[in-house]
C-alpha cells in the first residue's frame, strides 16, 4: 500500500509562486507515474501534470510554461512549481500514484490507484 501526502499549499496573490510536495510511502515509487490533480469548487477533479516513471512529463493545456512537475526519487518525492499563478488555478490539489511500471493512459483520474488527502491552493486577484 502507497501512502501520499501533499504539502506546501497556501494564499498567494495573482502573479506568485508555490511549490507543492508529496511524500510517498513504499518502495516502488521510482518505478510508479505520479501525477497532480486539481478540484476547484463546484467542479469535477481535473487533470493538470504527471511525471512518468519514463521520465515523460505531460501538463494541462491551461498550466504549460508556467507548472514544472519533478521528482526525487531518492526522497520518495514529487514536486509541482506553481509560477504566474492566476485566480482560476485555485483548488484542491492531489497527488496520485499510479500502479508500477504502469504504462497508459496518464491524464485521467480513474488511471490512477493512490490518493493522497489534497493541499489547498488559493490564488487572490
Known amino acids: 500500500q502507497v501512502q501520499l501526502v501533499e504539502s506546501g499549499g497556501g494564499l498567494v496573490q495573482a502573479g506568485g509562486s508555490l511549490r507543492l510536495s508529496c511524500a510517498a510511502s513504499?518502495?516502488?515509487?521510482?518505478?510508479?507515474?505520479m501525477g497532480w490533480f486539481r478540484q476547484a469548487p463546484g467542479k469535477e477533479r481535473e487533470f493538470v501534470a504527471t511525471?512518468?516513471?519514463?521520465?515523460?512529463?505531460y501538463y494541462t493545456d491551461s498550466v504549460k510554461g508556467r507548472f514544472t512537475i519533478s521528482r526525487d526519487n531518492a526522497k520518495n518525492t514529487v514536486f509541482l512549481q506553481m509560477n504566474s499563478l492566476k485566480p482560476e488555478d485555485t483548488g484542491v490539489y492531489f497527488c496520485a500514484a499510479a500502479r508500477p511500471y504502469y504504462s497508459g493512459i496518464v491524464t485521467r483520474a480513474s488511471m490512477y490507484d493512490y490518493w493522497g488527502q489534497g493541499t489547498q491552493v488559493t490564488v487572490s486577484s
Open positions: 511525471l512518468t516513471w519514463s521520465s515523460s512529463t
Open positions: 513504499g518502495r516502488t515509487f521510482s518505478s510508479q507515474t
